[in-house]
T-cell receptor
Framework: DAKTTQPNSMESNEEEPVHLPCNHS???????IHWYRQLPSQGPEYVIH???SNVNNRMASLAIAEDRKSSTLILHRATLRDAAVYYC???????????FGKGTLLTVNP | NAGVTQTPKFQVLKTGQSMTLQCAQD?????MYWYRQDPGMGLRLIYY???????DKGEVPNGYNVSRLNKREFSLRLESAAPSQTSVYFC????????????FGPGTRLTVT
């Protein structure tokens, strides 16, 4: 069971950094960590993914702990458009099937 | 490049009626997926197709059938709709290989009365 644990909700202020935590203590060596987000009334949107080392892209950064039992999604400057549900997902090796939990509802205050 | 498209956007069915949800992608992706999302919940995988000509069950396949018509299209059929199938249905696709980014459609909101 590829479960992850995330806080139900978090709040941030506009233009400040946001650190969204995820716990995946039973992760195995070939499991990837994926982050997706879902804006209201839309389908999920890919944010970032990683295996062992930290990853950066135009949307966010992913910091993976050395023991891989946890990770943090970093939004460097939150905007109102970043208000969404953020899902941390673990996938087995090269299996592309994703198991979504309830995610973290991020509220961004102006 | 439209990405992943789904039809219809909204549908209301009576219990026992049948319908097919359509999904198409224009990105030449190999794998396609059908998910459902109930209120306040995450998405659950119904069926997926790893490549043209193959389909497999996901987490919640009961009451559904799928057809991978060709590389572009993947349809989901409800043979006898039940109120428990009231949900938002999302289709997704992925290129595969070294790409792990799934692209999702806008969803179909289905109500069964």
């Amino acid at each position: 069971d590829a479960k992850t644990t995330q806080p139900n909700s978090m709040e941030s202020n506009e233009e400040e950094p946001v650190h969204l935590p995820c716990n995946h203590s039973t992760i195995s060596g070939t499991d990837y960590i994926h982050w997706y987000r879902q804006l209201p009334s839309q389908g999920p949107e890919y944010v970032i993914h990683g295996l062992t080392s930290n990853v950066n892209n135009r949307m966010a950064s992913l910091a993976i702990a050395e023991d891989r039992k946890s990770s943090t999604l970093i939004l460097h400057r939150a905007t109102l458009r970043d208000a969404a549900v953020y899902y941390c997902i673990r996938s087995r090796g090269s299996n592309y099937k994703l198991t979504f939990g309830k995610g973290t509802l991020l509220t961004v205050n102006p | 490049n439209a990405g992943v498209t789904q039809t219809p956007k909204f549908q209301v069915l009576k219990t026992g009626q049948s319908m097919t949800l359509q999904c198409a992608q224009d990105m030449n992706h190999n794998s396609m997926y059908w998910y459902r999302q109930d209120p306040g919940m995450g998405l659950r995988l119904i069926y997926y197709s790893a490549s043209e000509g193959t389909t497999d069950k996901g987490e919640v396949p009961n009451g559904y059938n799928v057809s991978r018509l060709n590389k572009r299209e993947f349809s989901l059929r409800l043979e006898s709709a039940a109120p428990s199938q009231t949900s938002v249905y999302f289709c997704a696709s992925i290129s595969g290989g070294t790409s792990y980014e799934q692209y999702f459609g806008p969803g179909t909101r289905l109500t069964v009365t």
